[in-house]
């Protein structure tokens, strides 16, 4: 009886603990990206929401990841930069701002998993990259297979002479590379977070 009394206790305080986790993270997602809509680097404002979507997946798992991913394509839905692709096709951009988003929290959670047990600094660090490499890249492939006639009329205007240099290099470009830059700075602070969060965990749910 005591073990089970044991048992549902380290289960209540194990549920608890992610809820209070993920919902702080959220917050922090939220209230990050919606920080960083005024941060313009080139045509698009920057993206900083990824290193808490990088904590979340690699605490909580992938499908935390996911989540996390899904409340930063949710924010990014109503900021001004997505306006221009909405006015081309709303289900489209619905679909590519979510996709790319959950996809860049999901990356991270499984190349944490993968690589962690080995280094937890390289599991990070690879983390950090597979993040906004899913997020670039999702966005890059809706761009072609979804817009592209768009696309090709802005590379026209902006002085691109093919579609997949204004994508690349006018669209992703400097924004990945600030975003890949900033995972990468931070990976070693959010080593000893992840390392700190994992402690409470484990002590929680022991």
Avoid: H
Avoid at 132 to 140: D, E, K, Q, R, T
């Amino acid at each position: 009886m005591e073990n089970t009394n044991t048992q549902k206790s380290s289960q209540n305080s194990n549920k608890t603990f992610t809820i209070v986790g993920m919902g702080l993270l959220t917050a922090i997602v939220v209230v990050l990206q919606l920080f960083a809509s005024g941060i313009r680097i080139g045509p698009f404002s920057i993206t900083l929401a990824l290193a808490p979507i990088v904590i979340g997946a690699a605490v909580f798992g992938w499908k935390a990841g996911a989540w996390l991913g899904l409340v930063f394509g949710i924010v990014v839905l109503f900021q001004p930069d997505t306006q221009a692709f909405m006015s081309v096709s709303i289900p489209a951009t619905i679909a590519v701002v979510l996709i790319k988003g959950a996809a860049a929290g999901a990356a991270a959670g499984l190349v944490y998993k993968l690589i962690s047990k080995k280094s937890k600094l390289a599991a990070v660090i690879t983390a950090g990259i597979a993040s906004p490499v899913a997020n670039s890249g999702v966005f890059a492939i809706g761009c072609f297979t979804l817009f592209l006639p768009t696309i090709k009329e802005w590379a026209g205007a902006s002085g691109f002479e093919n579609a997949a240099g204004y994508v690349f290099i006018g669209m992703i470009g400097v924004n990945f590379l600030v975003e890949l830059g900033i995972n990468l700075v931070l990976s070693s602070a959010l080593v000893m977070l992840i390392n700190v969060i994992q402690k409470n965990y484990v002590r929680k749910t022991a």
